[in-house]
C-alpha cells in the first residue's frame, strides 16, 4: 500500500507518498480501507518533529480516517468486513489502510457521507471530552469558543448550539457570517476587539461558564478574566505560546477550574470511553442535521503537502480532507 511519510521533520515538502508494509490486525483490531483522513493541526507539528506518535502507534501522521472494514482480529465482535466506518486514531490515516482497536471505531452517521465522517472523529472527540465531560455545558450556560473558524470549533459551535447553550466565539471578520450560521450568538474579531470586554458587555459582567481555548499561553490570563464565577477552562491547543502567568488570585476568587488535556497519549480506556460517548450523545444529533461535519476543502492523499500549506495559510472554516 501506500502512506504519505515524513523523510526527514520540516515544512510541507517533508511529505511524501510512498510505498509502504500493509498493516496486518491485532486479535483485536479492524484494518481499514481509507476513503478520507482528517488534517488536523498536531499533524503539521508532527511533521515538524514537534509531537511524535506514542509509543505502539503507526508513524504515519493522521488521526482520525473514514472508510470500510477490509479484515478483523481474531477477538473483533463488532464490526465485519464491509462495514462503513469512521475511527479516532494515534496515527496512520494518510494511507490507504490503517489498523486500528475496535474500540475507537465509529459507525458512519446516518445524515452523512463515509468520506465526510472523516471530518468528525478528532474534533468531536476533543470537543466532547472537553466541553461536555469536563466542562460539563448544559442548556441555559454559556460558551466561549477560541478559533471558531477553525475544526474545533466549528464543531464546538454547533454542538454547543444544540445543547442550547448561548455561544461566543472569536474569529476574523470574515468568517463570522459562516459562524452565525453554524450557531454563533456572538462573534468578536479578535483582531480589533477585545473578548473580556465583549463578554462582559453581553453578560452584564457575569462572565462565561465555559472557555474552549486553542490558543494557551498568550490567552491565559484573559482567559480567567472571561470565566463567570465557578467556570471551568479547557486548553486544547497552544497556538499562542508555551509559556504564560497565570492570575492565581483572580482564578481562586472565581473558584474556576482549568484542564490542559491532549488527546493522543491518553490511555486506550480512555480514549474508548470518549469514542463510546461520541456514539451514545453526539452521533444522533448528526444523524439528526443538528451538527454536520464542515468541510473547506478535499484534497487528494498523495498531495498532502499542499492540504498542510492550506492549513498553514488559513482563512477557510473547517475541515480538510484528504481523500483516496
Avoid at 210 to 237: E, F, K, Q, T
Wanted: charge should be negative; hydrophobic fraction near 45%; aromatic fraction near 4%.
Amino acid at each position: 500500500m501506500y502512506a504519505v511519510t515524513i523523510t526527514t521533520p520540516g515544512g510541507p515538502e517533508a511529505l511524501e507518498w510512498r510505498e509502504v508494509p500493509e498493516p496486518e490486525p491485532a486479535p483485536d483490531e479492524v484494518v481499514i480501507d481509507v476513503d478520507a483522513a482528517g488534517v488536523n493541526r498536531a499533524d503539521l507539528l508532527q511533521r515538524q518533529g514537534h509531537y511524535p506518535p506514542p509509543a505502539g502507534a503507526s508513524v504515519y501522521p493522521g488521526l482520525e480516517c473514514a472508510g470500510t472494514v477490509n479484515a478483523c482480529g481474531s477477538d473483533v465482535t463488532k464490526w465485519r468486513v464491509g462495514d462503513e466506518v469512521c475511527a479516532l486514531l494515534s496515527g496512520g490515516g494518510y494511507a490507504e489502510r490503517v489498523a486500528v482497536h475496535e474500540s475507537l471505531v465509529l459507525p458512519v452517521p446516518d445524515s452523512i457521507s463515509v468520506a465526510a465522517s472523516a471530518a468528525l472523529v478528532e474534533v468531536a472527540a476533543t470537543v466532547y471530552s472537553n466541553v461536555t465531560q469536563f466542562g460539563r455545558l448544559s442548556a441555559g450556560e454559556s460558551v466561549l469558543i477560541h478559533g471558531g473558524s477553525g475544526g474545533v470549533g466549528s464543531f464546538a459551535i454547533q454542538w454547543a448550539r444544540a445543547i442550547g447553550a448561548t455561544v461566543y466565539t472569536t474569529a476574523r471578520p470574515s468568517n463570522h457570517e459562516m459562524l452565525s450560521r453554524l450557531g454563533a450568538d456572538v462573534t468578536i474579531d479578535y483582531s480589533t476587539e477585545d473578548f473580556v470586554e465583549v463578554v462582559a458587555e453581553h453578560t452584564n459582567g457575569l462572565g462565561v461558564d465555559v472557555i474552549l481555548d486553542v490558543m494557551g499561553a498568550s490567552y491565559l490570563g484573559r482567559n480567567v478574566d472571561a470565566l463567570a464565577p465557578d467556570g471551568r477552562l479547557a486548553i486544547v491547543g497552544m497556538q499562542g505560546g508555551r509559556k504564560g502567568e497565570l492570575p492565581l488570585g483572580k482564578l481562586l476568587a472565581k473558584r474556576g477550574t482549568i484542564m490542559a488535556a491532549g488527546l493522543r497519549s491518553r490511555p486506550l480506556a480512555d480514549r474508548a470511553s470518549i469514542v463510546a460517548g461520541l456514539e451514545r450523545d453526539v452521533w444522533p444529533h448528526v444523524s439528526a442535521g443538528r451538527v454536520q461535519p464542515v468541510i473547506a476543502s478535499r484534497i487528494p492523499m498523495a498531495q498532502a503537502s499542499v492540504a498542510h500549506e492550506a492549513m498553514e495559510n488559513g482563512g477557510y472554516v473547517g475541515k480538510i480532507l484528504l481523500t483516496a
